[in-house]
């Protein structure tokens, strides 16, 4: 069946321009997350989604990270007045249930630069 | 939240060699012990996991093997080969986790 999906796979915007990035989830699966991976780093946990609500968002670096979950299903991060620092590559990941314990299926990811 | 440390950074092995790779953590109530596996430019993959009531797993030519007393756990590769080249990830969880604490990582190149 098909994997994570996100899209764009690359962005380029210029800085103090808003960003959104989106992510499709593998159909069923009720928990989603968002990493952020800057150049030969680790993995950097930001938000995660239980069905559509998020409760714990406190991965998120500033107040100009947002995100979203509708219907269960797809999932949007936004960044407002981006960055430099804010250039990285954002994946997504979802698995069948919450919990650590849970294989998480992984995006391509959005490799975002901010000029 | 869960501490996790991974030895080496990075690790260069001549192809046909072993790789080991030792990852650390902090939560005495982990019970779930997962590797991934991210080639450049590519997703993390989930490549071996383990649970805390076993002791030892193994897949082909990858293992995995668990201290919970000494709170580490070790990703072994045999026969290296140059596809195995990567940078490697743990993740130790908690059953209380809902999100997975990575390590830093660890670079692996296999010379041909």
């Known amino acids: 069946g098909a994997g994570v999906s996100q899209s764009p796979s690359n962005k380029v915007t210029e800085k103090g321009k808003d960003v959104e990035l989106r992510c499709d989830p593998i159909s069923g699966h009720t928990a989603l997350y968002w990493y952020r991976q800057s150049l030969g780093q680790g993995l950097e946990f930001l938000i995660y989604f239980q069905g559509n609500s998020a409760p714990d968002k406190s991965g998120l670096p500033s107040d100009r990270f947002s995100a979203e979950r509708t219907g269960g299903s797809v999932s949007t991060l936004t960044i407002q007045r981006t960055q430099q620092e804010d250039s990285a590559v954002y994946l997504c990941?979802?698995?069948?249930?919450?919990?650590?314990?849970?294989?998480?299926?992984f995006g391509p990811g959005t490799r975002l630069t901010v000029t | 939240g869960e501490n996790v440390e991974q030895h080496p950074s990075t690790l260069s092995v001549q192809e046909g060699d072993s790789a080991v790779i030792k990852c650390t953590y902090s939560?005495?109530?982990?019970?779930?012990f997962p590797w991934y596996k991210q080639e450049l430019g590519k997703r993390p993959q989930l490549i071996i996991d383990i649970r805390s009531n076993v002791g030892e797993k193994k897949d082909q030519r990858i293992a995995v093997t668990l201290n919970k007393t000494a709170k580490h756990f070790s990703l072994h590769i045999t026969e290296t080969q140059p596809e195995d080249s990567a940078v490697y990830f743990c993740?130790?969880?908690?059953?209380?986790?809902?999100?997975?604490?990575f390590g830093a990582g660890t670079t692996v190149t296999v010379r041909a």
């Open positions: 939560d005495s109530a982990s019970n779930y």
């Open positions: 990941a979802s698995s069948l249930r919450t919990g650590g314990s849970n294989e998480q299926y």
């Open positions: 993740a130790p969880a908690t059953p209380n986790d809902y999100k997975l604490s």
